[in-house]
């Protein structure tokens, strides 16, 4: 079972970027799917975006494609999430799990399965 710590979270004026980092604990960290996940104030927890094990697979919501990158170094139990021309949609809870690999191999990428991390505030605001 992975442990979750997000971190790279702060706040950021509309345009602006933020590069979010998860570092996981736990062996095998390679063949585990992992995503993004992030809740603004009253609204439901939302994938943002989702990576296979080798990188080879990725997934994005259609609000953040095209702005928003993920990654992974397998060598450093990391996952990273890279936002760009950040807008005030954007402000919520950052959060990442292991996710469904037939789900991100079907394309998708929906709910997060296990224990979750204490999550990063992006706070977009001018």
């Known amino acids: 079972q992975l442990q979750f710590v997000e971190s790279g979270g702060g706040l950021v004026q509309p345009g602006g970027s933020l590069r979010l980092s998860c570092a996981a604990s736990?062996?095998?960290?390679?063949?585990?799917?992992i995503g993004w996940f992030r809740q603004a104030p009253g609204k439901n927890y939302e994938a943002v975006s989702c990576?296979?094990?080798?990188?080879?697979?990725?997934f994005y919501a259609d609000s953040v494609k095209g702005r928003f990158t993920i990654s992974r170094d397998n060598a450093k139990n990391t996952v990273y999430l890279q936002m760009n021309s950040l807008t005030f949609d954007d402000t919520a809870v950052y959060y990442c799990?292991?996710?469904?690999?037939?789900?991100?191999?079907?394309?998708?990428?929906?709910?997060?399965?296990?224990?979750w991390g204490q999550g990063t505030q992006v706070t977009v605001s001018s």
């Open positions: 799990a292991v996710v469904s690999q037939s789900e991100l191999l079907a394309g998708t990428c929906t709910s997060g399965l296990g224990s």
């Open positions: 736990g062996s095998t960290f390679f063949y585990y799917y």
């Open positions: 990576i296979s094990g080798s990188s080879g697979r990725r």
